[in-house]
């Protein structure tokens, strides 16, 4: 019995036709997705707090505006992500609580510090750059609702890609001061971007099964490759050096080739070594606890108009 649904299901996923939350899934896949969308939700609202850090520190009312735009925006994909996960049967709380107690992973890039204002612009041009590279393929993942999500996720994304690069391309055509804090930016963010597509194919535990499933379409490696292809021109208009000494157009590839990745760095950031892991749970618990009243206010109205419909049901009966 279990086999043929089984097969259904991967005859439906072969054709391309999405599955919705009431359709039967396979417990694994329930559990994949549960996993990495609830993931991907802690990243964009841990990710908020390295930007947080600058929003009183913007060096203009315009820049404000665009940070302040752009932390709200990740905020609300964490909210459509967690609302993701809800509809496969998970309970934010329990997730929330995953972070909290560090048993969830999020991105490893957010464990480090954003230390000069060029980092703002380090952090959307190669961060969200990244992020835009593995998501456009997520907006045909085989789950309808974690697909419509990434659609709207990647619109915003490519803003805060550009608003990223424009203050690059701002302190690179200024002072040699300011070009300077561009270089030192790009080189401490760019080992760790590369880093954001996971460790290579293979290592990569769950890509076998979530290709499979369509729930990835490209491998960690395919899209890290597009990634280093794609910024490498732009670094050059930037006219900062990537500091990989390995980097290099390989004609015959068509592909830039390019050094070897510090993973024993990446396993300890993931395995919560990270210089700001601590801090970054420390704070998104602290915002948990100062948010408790906006929690207890939404269900005290949400119970308040419960009472109100049922109190004008039983006049009209
Ligand atoms: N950091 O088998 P693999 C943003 C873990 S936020 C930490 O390849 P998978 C933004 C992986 O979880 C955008 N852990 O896994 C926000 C697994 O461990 P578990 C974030 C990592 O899932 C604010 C193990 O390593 N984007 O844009 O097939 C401001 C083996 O890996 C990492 C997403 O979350 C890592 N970098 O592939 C600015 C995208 N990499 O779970 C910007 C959605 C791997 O077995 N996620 N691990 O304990 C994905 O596409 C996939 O989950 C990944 C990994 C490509 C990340």
Known sequence: MIEKLEQQFQAKIDAEVKIEPKDWMPEKYRKTLIRQISQHAHSEVVGMLPEGNWITRAPSLRRKIALVAKVQDEA???????????TLGAERDDLLDQLHT?????SSIFNYPATTWADMGAIGWLVDGA??????MLTRASYGPYARAMVRICKEESFHQRQGYEILLTLCRGT????????????????PSLMMFGPNDAESTHSAQSMAWKI???????L???????TVPQAKILGITIPDPDLKWN???????????????????????GPCNRQRIEDRKKAYEKGAWVRDAAVAYAEKREQRKAASK???A
């Open 224 to 230: 890290r490759q597009a990634f280093v292809d794609a």
């Open 131 to 136: 992020a835009i590279m593995n998501q456009v």
């Open 76 to 86: 609300g994909h964490g909210l459509y992500l967690y609302s993701a996960a809800e």
């Open 176 to 191: 040699e001061i300011q070009k300077q804090m561009a270089q030192d930016s790009l080189n401490r963010w760019w080992w």
């Open 314 to 316: 039983a006049k009209v």
């Open 216 to 222: 990835k379409r490209k491998s960690n490696d395919e």
């Open 102 to 106: 560090g048993k969830a992973k999020y």
């Open 251 to 273: 004609e015959e590839r068509g592909h830039y080739d390019f050094g070897e990745i510090d993973w024993a760095e990446f396993w300890n950031v993931v395995k919560g070594n």
